[in-house]
């Protein structure tokens, strides 16, 4: 049975001009980390196959134990007629076929609704109409500058879903701005904005949202360390290590002349990992050199030696 399970925000999405989104929420329940993959395929079978018109970034992600990790999932279907267009998600471990997971596949389902058409004037005299197009077009334009100029309260939108606090403040007359901060809380989700909730601003005005991604750990500087003191470096950066098929040793052999020293870590010194990621790092025995005539010190630098009076 799989331990890699998903939840979505909604089984449906109503488009509008042909664009939508929704957020899965996918867990891995395995007792260690998974790399794990959200892909999207058509929901019907058909030849050619019919396209998928999702977009996920980030598809595939490290999940530590336990825990849960939000996917945006964007659809595009514009040029496509109206109708209903269903696609399949499914969340599968980056070591295993998509298809051993089909049975927990979901269904998704787009709707693309057919564009209003325009009404045609009925005709009328064309002074009448010269009139009352100038008497709109008057109030058109007062009530476009009174719009534009009204200041309106900028709506809550922290730890909603990114799709959704978009949603909300376009729905208030805002756009929105988006960019990423490593956070503890969900990923995926407004950590903070700018101006603040309930904070008076000019309607169409930019907000900027900070939006969670998981924390991330640097791979500490273990090269040359003997394996006990990288193991405890790894441990402080919270990060999982492993050995490579190269390694020679995985614990120091007892005595003073020889030590399990790191020669090599992927990925590289510095780089940043999820929490929890696996490093492997490659190793080897190298013996403790002995210095076979030791320097006297208070032959070289007397004074260091030399008694005061």
């Not at 945006?72 to 499914?90: H, M």
């Not at 500058?145 to 200041?151: A, M, P, S, V």
């Not at 492993?242 to 614990?251: H, P």
Request: charged share 15%.
């Amino acid at each position: 049975m799989s331990t890699i399970t998903m939840t979505l925000s909604s089984p449906t999405v109503e488009l509008k001009d042909g664009k939508g989104s929704l957020t899965a929420s996918v867990t891995n329940g395995a007792p260690g980390p998974e790399r794990v993959v959200l892909g999207a395929f058509p929901g019907t079978e058909s030849t050619p196959p019919s396209p998928s018109y999702t977009t996920i970034p980030t598809p595939l992600r490290t999940i530590a134990a336990g825990a849960t990790e939000q996917y945006l999932v964007n659809f595009d279907t514009t040029g496509a007629a109206p109708g209903s267009y269903p696609v399949k998600l499914i969340a599968y471990s980056a070591d295993d076929a998509p298809e051993d997971y089909a049975d927990q596949a979901h269904v998704v389902t787009l709707t693309v609704t057919k564009p209003t058409e325009p009404t045609k004037p009925r005709p009328g005299f064309p002074w009448l109409w010269v009139i009352i197009g100038g008497v709109v077009l008057l109030a058109a334009i007062g009530g476009v500058i009174w719009f534009l100029l009204k200041d309106v309260n900028v709506p809550d939108v922290k730890g909603k879903a990114q799709a959704e606090a978009v949603q909300i403040l376009k729905n208030a007359g805002f756009s929105a701005a988006t960019t990423d901060k490593e956070s503890d809380q969900a990923a995926g989700t407004v950590v903070a904005q700018s101006p603040e909730a309930n904070k008076s601003a000019g309607r169409g005005s930019m907000v900027n949202l900070e939006i969670a991604t998981p924390v991330k750990s640097v791979v500490p500087a273990v090269l040359g360390l003997h394996i006990e003191d990288a193991r405890t470096a790894f441990q402080n950066a919270k990060i999982q290590l492993d050995f490579t098929q190269g390694s020679v040793c995985q614990a120091s052999p007892g005595g003073f002349l020889q030590s399990c020293v790191v020669v090599g870590v992927n990925p590289d010194v510095g780089s940043k990992v999820n929490q929890n990621a696996l490093v492997l790092v490659r190793t080897e025995i190298r013996g403790i050199i002995i210095e076979p005539n030791p320097i006297n010190i208070c032959k070289v630098q007397p004074q260091i030696c030399a008694v005061k009076q």
